[in-house]
């Protein structure tokens, strides 16, 4: 369960990181810049817990899916950027395989 635990905070701190790499502004800002390659340090650091008991697979599946749908809808809801219906279905299908893959997961 511990790993789990890892893992979504890996994922919380990979969103943070992305969502500062946009306000870095291609690096030009320091204090955006220093605060993204920070968090993304500690997300791998929480990854690499995570991967001493879910299997690399399923833990890089969840990670990548559910950063990936948090950072679209951190960037629609606050950003401003566009969200399509079609957008939106395809965010929920990787949602509903991030939880199908934490229903099926081994670890112990």
């Given at each position: 369960m511990l790993a789990?635990?890892?893992?979504?905070?890996?994922?919380?701190?990979?969103v943070i990181?992305?969502?500062?790499l946009k306000f870095s502004d291609g690096f030009t800002d320091w204090r955006f810049t220093v605060?993204?390659?920070?968090?993304?340090?500690?997300?791998?650091?929480?990854?690499?817990?995570t991967l001493r008991i879910i299997p690399v697979g399923t833990a890089y599946?969840?990670?990548?899916?559910?950063?990936?749908?948090s950072v679209?809808?951190?960037?629609?809801?606050?950003?401003k950027?566009?969200?399509?219906?079609?957008?939106?279905v395809l965010l929920?299908?990787?949602?509903g395989g991030v939880v199908g893959l934490k229903t099926i997961s081994t670890e112990s």
């Open positions: 789990w635990v890892y893992l979504f905070i890996a994922i919380s701190l990979e990181g992305t969502i500062s605060l993204s390659l920070g968090v993304y340090g500690l997300s791998f650091w929480f990854l690499s817990m599946a969840v990670w990548a899916g559910l950063g990936t749908a679209a809808l951190i960037g629609w809801l606050f950003l950027e566009p969200m399509t219906a079609v957008k939106a929920l299908m990787i949602i």
